[in-house]
């Protein structure tokens, strides 16, 4: 298997070199393994989120660097956010670099950090319904946009536990169909079983309708720390093959090249 989301303490909120996460993949049962730290992201109120901009190019140099000293098949990835006010700088950045693949994540609603500790007291002042919807149609505007290859963690906005009143069934096939339609992938990631939702993005029922659907997906443990790497792959394994799965994909230089028997 690959784990396809490893961060690294280039971001300020993960802790470990980008060589202790390269030892761990080696140590866990990895065909191959993808750093996707966050991409640099200027915005003033939000220090410690992503990469400095001075440090992608030493980021992006040091994978092929690795790789040779680690005889480990390292891919170049890359977690950007979704920030409609700031897309076209996003845009610039990433088109500026080759990567293997892109992740594209909704950390942000209206501007609001949600899924950070930081502001998890401002969820009172919501109607978690309405956070939803609007989280849901994040995820969809940004499948239009065209600059992603993977949606990570598609239903990140369970993470702390509060779920809406309403059922969101009809919600979750309009994200899946237009991740259809972008032809794009889904993540599977483990690191919802360490937060106080304690369960994987996505849910046994997105992924059963992205299964319908027949959307690729691929394995990622959202490591911020080294041991995580690899973390809760066979429960990801086992939700995968309940909803019908057989293969994850291989993606390299943005396309899928291959695929993996689960
Ligand atoms: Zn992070
Ligand atoms: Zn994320």
């Known amino acids: 298997m690959i784990d396809y989301h490893i961060h690294t303490e280039l971001c300020c909120h993960a802790i470990g070199k980008m060589e202790d996460y390269v030892e761990a993949a080696c140590g866990a049962d990895l065909s191959a393994m993808g750093f996707s730290d966050h991409l640099p992201f200027n915005e003033t109120h939000m220090k410690n989120l992503s990469m400095e901009l001075e440090d992608l190019e030493f980021y992006l140099n040091k994978i092929p660097e690795l790789e040779k000293k680690y005889g480990i098949k390292i891919y170049k990835g890359i977690e950007a956010d979704f920030y409609p006010e700031k897309q076209n700088e996003i845009e610039d950045l990433l088109n500026k670099h080759e990567f293997d693949y892109i992740f594209g994540s909704v950390h942000f609603i209206n501007g609001w950090g949600f899924d950070n500790p930081k502001f998890l007291t401002e969820w009172k002042n919501y109607d978690i319904d309405l956070v939803y919807r609007s989280y849901f149609q994040n995820v969809i505007e940004m499948?239009?946009?065209?600059?992603?290859?993977?949606?990570?963690?598609?239903?990140?906005?369970?993470?702390?536990?509060?779920?809406?009143?309403?059922?969101?069934?009809?919600?979750?096939?309009?994200?899946?169909?237009?991740?259809?339609?972008?032809?794009?992938?889904?993540?599977?990631?483990?690191?919802?079983?360490?937060?106080?939702?304690?369960?994987?993005?996505?849910?046994?029922?997105?992924?059963?309708?992205?299964?319908?659907?027949?959307?690729?997906?691929?394995?990622?443990?959202?490591?911020?720390?080294?041991?995580?790497?690899?973390?809760?792959?066979?429960?990801?394994?086992?939700?995968?093959?309940?909803?019908?799965?057989?293969?994850?994909?291989?993606?390299?230089?943005?396309?899928?090249?291959?695929?993996?028997?689960?």
């Open 143 to 262: 499948t239009k946009t065209g600059l992603y290859d993977i949606v990570g963690h598609i239903d990140l906005v369970k993470k702390f536990g509060y779920f809406p009143k309403d059922s969101f069934d009809k919600e979750i096939v309009e994200v899946i169909s237009a991740v259809k339609e972008a032809d794009m992938i889904i993540e599977v990631n483990t690191s919802g079983l360490r937060k106080p939702v304690r369960e994987i993005y996505p849910s046994e029922f997105v992924l059963k309708n992205a299964k319908e659907y027949d959307i690729p997906v691929v394995l990622g443990s959202d490591a911020h720390k080294p041991q995580d790497v690899a973390g809760d792959f066979d429960k990801a394994k086992a939700l995968l093959k309940k909803v019908g799965y057989t293969r994850t994909a291989v993606i390299e230089k943005r396309k899928i090249v291959d695929w993996e028997e689960i």
